[in-house]
């Protein structure tokens, strides 16, 4: 089998996922609600891959939340608890914007698969996040 790897972007520090897990347990707390967690957290590639799709998806590092409203609430979060500067990712705005049919596989020339095609997400639902980002939009 191919070994796969969570992205850990060349660039990304701890200081991104040390917010994500700050924003996840303020969520516990029921501080915060509809964060889901960091982007790059959702899905693993195979590790020849890894710097290209870092390179491709800019977002990995930006924390995934439900609605906007949850992006708005979070913002407020870190500036009340000094939690520095975060990017977010809304689902449903990313989802909404999405056809489904472009997340199907496609004939390539060479049978060769598109990059968006050998991320494996933990969940179908979080597929659209990286669409967005490799260019497979509606």
Known sequence: ???????QS???????????RAHLAAQENGQLRGIIGRCGDFGTIDE?????????????????VEQTTDATNAVKYCEKNNLGFNRYLVLSTVTRNIDPRRMEPIQTPENLPRLFDLIKVQDQRFRPIFTSQLGILS
Do not use: F, M, N
């Not at 089998?1 to 992205?7: D, Y």
């Open 10 to 20: 060349q660039t990304s520090g701890q200081g991104s996922r040390e917010s994500s």
């Open 48 to 64: 020849k891959y890894d710097i290209a799709v870092s390179t491709a998806c800019s977002h990995l590092e930006h924390i995934l």
């Open 1 to 7: 089998p191919i070994p796969c790897v969570p992205w």
